[in-house]
DNA sequence: GTCACAGAAATTTTT
DNA sequence: TTTCTGTGAC
């Protein structure tokens, strides 16, 4: 290349750490960048600059934590070479999550390990359905077998459910502990079960193998391995001169390994993050990754960003001060240039509706004074905590969008009709087989796995099933099942537009919707939206496989189209928001057992994480920051008799944190005093009482 | 074998 | 609110 180093009015809108980040050369390279602190705009400065100086794009790799945020990284690069005429470049980049682009990868060169490359992928709720058949093909969720059942074995601890299986196995993978340990240290209540669980295990490991299917773990552990494997590593190892790698305080151990396999000097490796937000560690994200990258890498250069160019100083105070009460961190302080501004609040509310009502008020003042709704931002740590919000919303015709929670590929009637699509894809998938099977009236597990197992003799081919006789009750839909099985196997159908394949499921699972939910006119729209959406998909493949990796993030971006939305309020986890800010910020339920979260507060490293949690929320705000808190919640559950009870604010709102924030009630009470005061004899009883419960 | 029902238990965050 | 297991009718 001739154009030599980029442009100085390019890297003159970077100070002097940024500049330094995106032009430094190729030995190892720590960027630790605090909150707000232009972490993007250096990463995107630094992939332009390497392509300017020379590096191929094509040879470019840059893992990031979503592909929302590699897709925005590449076109902040594009960006910034659109002034040097090479906008569009980099496209050839290989952009993605760890997952992503170990698909692609292993689809490529899964064959040196031997992999099929057709494998299809199992999202979260997959694994669980299979780790479920296994169990029960097992036997271990019984309970009625033993023997007398006298009150002693009651007693003992039934066997873990799904989900609980799949986390400690997968914990166990990514952290690679050994059962044992994981099971000491983070399910102690399971301990009993350690030989039935590792029975259990082997046996899901070996499912997936004859299915020819992947979870999310077994990804990045075929590319570690393939990276281990001799012949892999040559052609692997080469592929990439430069390796970038967002968000690194929330990468595991195996992901650790991939780093290390793809550059073992650590020639070309620039990573970045943040030790204070590392929100992850439930996933096993391990912030020891971060911490030691420059012993991993002798010779690494540490670059630390501390001008945050997000927030005003008020509002940095306080997040500092709320930071500050970690235990272990790596230090920083971070600074801003934009000094003037309100200082937080911190609104106390009665209870959960007044504090609705307090949102939608002040949502509404913002807007009025010429603030979008896209510029506000709702954040909780548990997505139910936004529901009454969402009606209250919903009430009052204010568009919104939420992230986080449950998404939309992950509903019952979404997930049946991509089963056929994966199924067709790969006839051995299991998981799908049994689920599109089951859907038909009169068949269960037992004839469902027959079933499956005639379709495997037949090396998948579906006309198999013409000769079976149905039972009864399926006798109508059988014939028409098999005949759309059959057009979706073929191989003429497989290159034919997947928009025209998800219609013809369609056409086939409309009639079973309707028996089976009662909301079934809403759940069809959202079958014709998954349709608009696989139409823009030439490849079915690649369709399912983008299902399980990047679902569309939020339902609404799903029935809207992007380039006609109106205007639309944010509601997100705060794991969601990660990496993302807005003008006004509304942190909810700010109250312990929310934040942290009752689950959460075991030890002081799981307390420390809530911190930082509690820290991301509160640094994703620039100018206005609101953090709302209902003394009293209203239970009507199973679990308690009492009619409500009264919650203390968040211990991380210590008394030096609060010193930084604008303390008052939502709505100043006018209630009659007496009952004032009658609560407030009842909050200290009940507080009390707390104690002991 | 399948299905519908009942009673009990669990309940965060996500690639 | 949903998820899981056992039971009994078909």
Known sequence: MVDGIL????????????????????????????????????LAHR??????????????????????????????????LRERDRAGVSRKVWGGTFHAVATRILRRHGKKIGLAPDFTILDRTDSEDLMQVVRTDLGLGETKGKAGRSRREQDETRFPLKGTCLNIYSRAVNTQQSLKQVLQKDFPWCEEHEDKLKQLF?????RKEEASILDYDDLLLFWRALLQDEDGRQQLAEKFDCVLVDEYQDTNTVQADILRGLSPTGRGVTVVGDDAQSIYSFRAADVRNILDFPDQFPGTKVIKLEQNYRSSQPILDATN????????????????????????????????????????????????????????????????????LEVELGRRNIPFHKYGGLKFVETAHVKDMLAYLRLAENPRDIVSGMRVLMLLPGIGQVKARGLLDILTENRGDFSCWRDVSPPKAAMDDWPLFVALMRGLGDPKAKKSVVGDQMHRVRRFYAPLLKGKYDNSRERERDLEQLELVAARFKDRMEFIAE????????????????????????????????????NVVYVLHATDGNIPSQQAVGDTDQIDEERRLFYVALTRAKESLYVTMPQRYYSQSWNRSDRHSYAQPSRFLTKEAREHFDERMAFPSIGNEEEDSADATRQVRESIKGMWS
């Open 547 to 582: 299902m399980s990796l990047d679902p569309p993030s939020s339902t609404q971006d799903l029935a809207t189209d992007p380039s006609l939305d109106e205007e639309h309020l944010i509601l997100s986890t705060i794991h969601s928001a990660k990496g993302l800010e807005w």
């Open 321 to 388: 001060a709320i930071i500050s009460g970690a235990t272990k961190r790596h230090h920083k302080q971070l600074w801003s240039d934009h000094k003037q501004g309100d200082p937080p609040q911190m609104i106390l509310c009665n209870d959960d509706d007044e504090q609705t009502e307090f949102l939608v008020d002040r949502i509404l003042t913002h807007r009025e004074s010429g603030l979008k709704l896209q510029q506000q931002a709702v954040l909780f740590r548990a997505s139910h905590h936004s529901i009454s």
């Open 47 to 80: 992939v332009a600059h390497l392509i300017a100086t020379g590096v191929d794009p094509g040879r470019i790799l840059l893992l990031t934590f979503t592909r929302r945020a590699s897709a925005e990284m590449l076109r902040r690069v594009d960006g910034i």
């Open 202 to 206: 082997s046996a899901y490991v070996d």
């Open 7 to 42: 442009a100085d009015d390019v890297l003159a809108d970077l100070n002097d750490p940024q500049r330094e980040a995106a032009t430094y050369g190729t030995g190892p390279l720590l960027i630790v960048a605090g909150a707000g602190t232009g972490k993007t705009t250096t």
